[in-house]
């Protein structure tokens, strides 16, 4: 099984910033992408920002510009620095580990159990 551990939430003014962890373990694979999702109350979980087993990165329009991910595979570790958060930035966030699996099996899809960002006015 693959556990994920998020940290670094927070209480926060607007303008501020947050640096969110999310550390991998058990069975982890190389190929694995990680990313990360953030979901209001009475919201859909959206995809925030991913990154592949390479440096390859997407983000969301929202966050573009704001927010970066890295990831440290020596770790098993993926990080989501945010900068200049917002209020609507207000969610749980998600650690997520995307695996692919050979053979028309399909992806798996692993999930932290989200870490709280507050964005005050």
């Known amino acids: 099984q693959v556990q994920l551990v998020e940290s670094g939430g927070g209480l926060v003014q607007a303008g501020d910033s947050l640096r969110l962890s999310c550390t991998a373990s058990?069975?982890?694979?190389?190929?694995?992408?990680m990313g990360w999702y953030r979901q209001a109350p009475g919201k859909q979980r959206d995809l925030v920002a991913s990154i592949s087993t390479g440096t390859a990165t997407n983000y969301a329009d929202s966050v573009k510009g704001r927010f970066t991910i890295s990831r440290d595979n020596a770790k098993n570790t993926v990080y989501l620095q945010m900068n200049s958060l917002k209020p609507e930035d207000t969610a749980v966030y998600y650690c997520?580990?995307?695996?692919?699996?050979?053979?028309?099996?399909?992806?798996?899809?692993?999930w932290g159990q989200g870490t709280q960002v507050t964005v005050s006015s």
């Open positions: 997520n580990l995307n695996r692919r699996r050979p053979y028309g099996l399909g992806h798996l899809d692993y």
């Open positions: 058990g069975t982890i694979f190389s190929i694995d992408a």
